[in-house]
């Protein structure tokens, strides 16, 4: 199993410009979550997902937009990139059932918006 | 909203000696904590989970405390190696969905 993969692993923006993160799992989880990264931060969550076609914002959504076509895929878009949305962006992932369930999570995308 | 607090300055050993990490709540006593491990330039990976009704965890060198009335989990690695070098994150579920975490304390381990 490869577990959560994430798709690109670096990329460089203009300001303005739009891309989209893919998170792909292979382990039939039924949630999955975006966090950002930043130095003196944390994980924050961006976004998340309780199952295919479902989605839900978290503490920062401003300036992403997700989608859950496929269970096994989950995308995080940027429409007008800015440079406050430099960050490491992870994705993870987590079978239904209680709460405590662990996350795992990918290997994540380095973002700079210049 | 609960607050994750974990000790932002790095914490430096000796191996061979114990490393404890504090991690800090303030609100209600959360269900569960997690602990997670993370190494530069990689996504976090699970460690441990301690539910409030158990004081203590353990998982080969690993262990974990938790003190409802301190508000307050600790981590422990014993016989501490330089390969545990890492950032250690803190983290409970706020929603019920999603995790919500501290900052990390990093850990460096000397020879």
């Known amino acids: 199993n490869a577990g959560v993969t994430q798709t690109p692993k670096f990329r460089v923006l203009k300001t303005g410009q739009s891309m989209t993160l893919l998170c792909a799992q292979d382990m039939n989880h039924e949630y999955m979550y975006w966090y950002r990264q930043d130095p003196g931060m944390g994980l924050r969550l961006i976004h998340y997902s309780v199952g295919e076609g479902t989605t839900a914002k978290g503490e920062v959504p401003d300036g992403y937009n997700v989608s859950r076509l496929k269970k096994q895929n989950f995308l995080l878009g940027l429409e007008s990139a800015a440079p406050s949305q430099t960050s490491v962006y992870f994705c993870?992932?987590?079978?239904?059932?209680?709460?405590?369930?662990?996350?795992?999570f990918g290997p994540g995308t380095r973002l700079t918006v210049l | 909203s609960q607050k994750i607090e974990q000790n932002s300055e790095a914490l430096n050993i000796q191996e061979g000696k114990t490393a404890t990490l504090t991690c800090n709540y303030t609100n209600y006593s959360p269900a569960y904590l997690q602990w997670y491990r993370q190494d530069p330039g990689r996504g976090p990976v699970f460690l441990l989970l301690i539910r409030e009704n158990e004081k203590e965890k353990r998982k080969e060198r690993l262990k974990v405390t938790f003190d409802t009335t301190l508000k307050q989990s600790l981590f422990h690695i014993t016989a501490s190696q330089p390969a545990d070098s890492a950032t250690y994150l803190c983290a409970n579920a706020d929603s019920g969905y999603a995790l919500n975490f501290g900052k990390g304390t990093s850990l460096l381990v000397t020879p």
């Open positions: 993870a992932s987590r079978p239904e059932g209680g709460a405590y369930n662990e996350q795992f």
